[in-house]
C-alpha cells in the first residue's frame, strides 16, 4: 500500500519543506563514528546533499574532539536547556556552555533556524542502532523514524526507535534547537575507537534520513509507515 506525503502532513503543525538541515558528529569528542562522517563531510559535503535541501556537518565539541574526551567542564548535551541558552554570559562559563550557545545562534535561531538536525552519538551499551526523538509533538521526525525502522534490512543491527519524553522546559539536548530532530546512538562501540561495521551503519542510516527528507520535500508516494 502506498501513501502520498502530503497527506500524511496534512495534520502536521509546520507543513513547510525542509531547506535547511545539519548533521553533528562529536557532541561528545571520544565518539568516533560520528567525528569521523563530520569531519569527512566537513571536507566533501556533496555526499548529504539532495536536490531539494542543502545542509552541512559540524563537529559539535571540536575541543573534546582533539583530546578524544567525552567533554571538558561538562556534558555538551545537557546545555541546549532555554534556561542555559538565555542566561546573560560570564567569563567563567563553561567551555560547552559557550559553545552551546554559539551552536544555537549558528543553527537554532532566527531567520537562519536550520529545520532539521540530527545527532550522531556511539554508546557503549548493546543497543544496536537507536533512533531518539525527545518531542511527541515532531511528527515529521516520528514518520522519519519508522521509515528508516521499516527499511532496515541489517539484522545484525537492527533499528529501534525511542521516545524521551520530556517538559519542553526540561530539554537541554542538542536537539532540542532545531524545529525537527533525531539522534542516533550505535553501539556497542568502546569509546575513542572507531569500529567499521558501525561506522558504515551510521553512515547509511544518515544517507536514508536525507533521502526521506527529499521524498518529503517533493511530495513523492512510499510504502505506508506503520506505527
Known amino acids: 500500500m502506498f501513501v502520498n506525503f502530503s497527506e500524511i502532513m496534512s495534520s502536521f503543525v509546520h507543513n513547510a519543506p525542509i531547506s535547511r538541515v545539519v548533521v553533528f558528529g562529536g557532541t561528545h569528542g571520544n565518539e568516533m563514528s560520528g567525528v569521523t562522517l563530520a569531519k569527512h563531510w566537513l571536507k566533501d559535503p ?3 546533499q539532495r536536490q531539494t535541501f542543502t545542509a552541512q556537518s559540524c563537529i559539535a565539541n571540536p575541543l573534546a574532539v582533539e583530546k578524544c574526551v567525552r567533554y571538558l567542564d561538562q556534558d555538551l548535551n545537557r546545555c541546549f536547556s532555554n ?5 546573560p554570559e560570564s567569563e567563567g562559563d563553561p567551555y560547552e556552555v559557550k559553545r552551546a550557545r554559539e551552536i544555537n545562534q549558528q543553527y537554532g535561531s532566527g531567520v537562519s533556524a536550520f529545520d532539521f538536525a540530527f545527532d550522531l552519538h556511539n554508546t557503549t551499551s548493546n ?8 518531542s511527541k509533538d515532531d511528527l515529521f521526525s516520528l514518520h522519519l523514524a519508522n521509515y528508516l525502522q521499516s527499511s532496515s534490512e541489517d539484522q545484525a543491527m537492527p533499528c529501534y526507535n525511542f521516545l524521551i519524553d520530556i517538559p519542553e522546559k526540561d530539554n537541554a539536548y542538542l536537539q532540542h534547537i532545531t524545529k525537527h530532530a533525531l539522534c542516533l546512538e550505535l553501539g556497542p562501540q ?10 558504515s551503519r551510521m553512515r547509511e542510516l544518515v544517507n536514508q534520513a ?4 527529499d521524498l518529503f520535500n517533493k511530495g ?3 510504502p505506508i509507515l506503520t506505527l
Open 220 to 222: 513523492k508516494s512510499i
Open 210 to 213: 536525507l533521502d526521506f527528507i
Open 83 to 87: 534556561e542555559i541558552l538565555s542566561s
Open 46 to 48: 556533496s555526499e548529504i
Open 190 to 199: 568502546p569509546q575513542g575507537v572507531i569500529r567499521s561495521d558501525m561506522l
Open 127 to 134: 543497543m544496536g542502532a537507536t533512533l531518539l526523538r525527545c
